[in-house]
């Protein structure tokens, strides 16, 4: 019942999410809709080796009111307001800052199988005939509720983060730190064309931040007292990230983004998959067999890489630290003095008092829009906590 209501808990849809996915459908052109739908799915790159591409269909961290497009974008000053200086549709300032509910279908049934999995460790721990077995169990359950505990803690502190700073606009901010919202567009120094992993068959273009991962999916065969069994596990090979400085614009104006320089990120969904049965060439398909088969015998069968990122045109929703810019960048760009948002630039290696600097793709509003609640990222786990004390009465 606990695996049961906890796999239920995990697929059930943020409070706001369905509402959310509703407005994009209603509010963005059918025709970009439409366009985006024939950009994503399945696709099959070569038959005969098994190799495919995958692009989700469905992006929550995508615009869900309209935001313009690049033939909008002012090319000769970035860092110019867009037409009368108003700020993005989707901005803050003009929906509001959500605030998700309390208890939803996930609390419900995250407590069911919180005490699902209490009773189920009750009968079992005492049922055990050594100490060291009862305590060993108790130990395991403590260690998940408090690993479980600390991550919930930490989104709920970041959660509480968006929800409690007031949102600055770009022609007004402030030197210190601040939080910020809007659209990625090219800074000086261009745009990145992000190879993943060195081939050319798996690029994306108009990067400014990327992150791709190359996995193995492994087998083995296992001999057990009752005969044998078949394990799989993927295995991370290969990775790698970057990225390059942007400009984020709200409407009212750009500022500069040094994206590398940020501790946290949170790129959401991935852009692109890439999977195949074999390597990209005879020579790794052999060394990956022979280095999976030295450690412990284990047999390659799939190949798969994964690419997260920011592309030119997504929403960022950011805490960073606005610094005054040097005078020779403003100087070597020949940008306008008397605009305040052109002096200043945005870091993100050092927290705040009580604000922790991160980069997330999506507005403010669909970050919030799939969170949980404070109380149900919370509570559960602490609720395991306290389940897993009161095991040591069946010790």
């Known amino acids: ?50 190799q495919t591409s995958y692009v989700p269909t469905n992006d929550p961290n995508d615009w869900i009111l309209p935001a313009p497009g690049p033939a909008s974008w002012n090319s000769e000053d970035r860092y110019a307001p867009d037409g009368d200086g108003t700020p993005l549709p989707e901005h ?7 605030i998700p509910a309390s208890m939803s279908l996930y609390g419900i049934f995250g407590l069911i199988a919180t005490f699902s999995f209490i009773l189920g460790a009750g009968a079992g721990i005492s049922s055990l005939d050594k100490i060291d077995e009862k305590y060993l169990a108790i130990g395991i359950m403590l260690s998940i509720s408090i690993i479980w505990l600390v991550m919930g803690w930490l989104k709920a502190k970041m959660l509480n983060q968006m929800i409690d700073t007031p949102t600055s606009l770009v022609r007004s901010a402030a030197l210190g730190h601040c939080e910020l919202v ?17 081939n050319p068959r798996m690029f994306m273009e108009n990067m400014v931040a990327f992150n791709w991962t190359y996995e193995q999916q492994q087998e083995r065969t296992v001999k057990t007292k009752d005969g044998t069994r078949t394990e799989r596990r993927w295995v991370t090979i290969r990775s790698d990230s970057g990225g390059c400085p942007f400009i ?25 998959r890439w999977d195949g049965a074999f390597a990209e060439s005879l020579g790794q398909q052999f060394m990956s067999s022979l280095i999976a088969g030295a450690l412990g015998g284990w047999r390659v069968i799939d190949h798969r890489w994964t690419l997260y990122g920011i592309k030119l045109g997504n929403p960022v929703y950011l805490m960073g630290e606005i610094r005054s810019r040097p005078d020779q960048e403003i100087e070597a760009e020949g940008l306008d003095k008397t605009m ?23 507005t403010e509003l669909s970050n919030i829009g799939r969170s949980r609640s404070t109380v149900e990222m919370i509570s559960l786990p602490m609720l395991l906590f306290l389940g897993a004390i009161c095991m040591f009465a069946f010790a």
């Open 1 to 50: 019942m606990g695996v049961g209501f906890l796999g239920m808990a995990m697929v059930t849809p943020g409070s706001h999410e369905k509402e959310l996915h509703e407005i994009r459908k209603q509010a963005i052109d059918p025709a970009e809709l439409e366009r985006r739908a024939k950009e994503s799915g399945l696709t099959i790159d070569n038959w005969f080796l098994r």
């Open 92 to 98: 803050p300032v003009k929906v509001g800052t959500p």
């Open 182 to 198: 809007g659209q990625v567009r090219p800074s000086i120094e261009g745009v990145l064309r992000v190879v993943v992993d060195g």
């Open 248 to 272: 984020l614009h709200d409407g009212t104006g750009g500022i500069r983004v040094n994206g590398n320089s940020f501790k946290r990120t949170d790129y959401g969904n991935y852009i692109k």
């Open 340 to 362: 305040q948002n052109t002096l200043i630039e945005v870091w993100g290696d050092k927290d705040g008092i009580g604000q922790k600097v991160t980069l997330n793709r999506g």
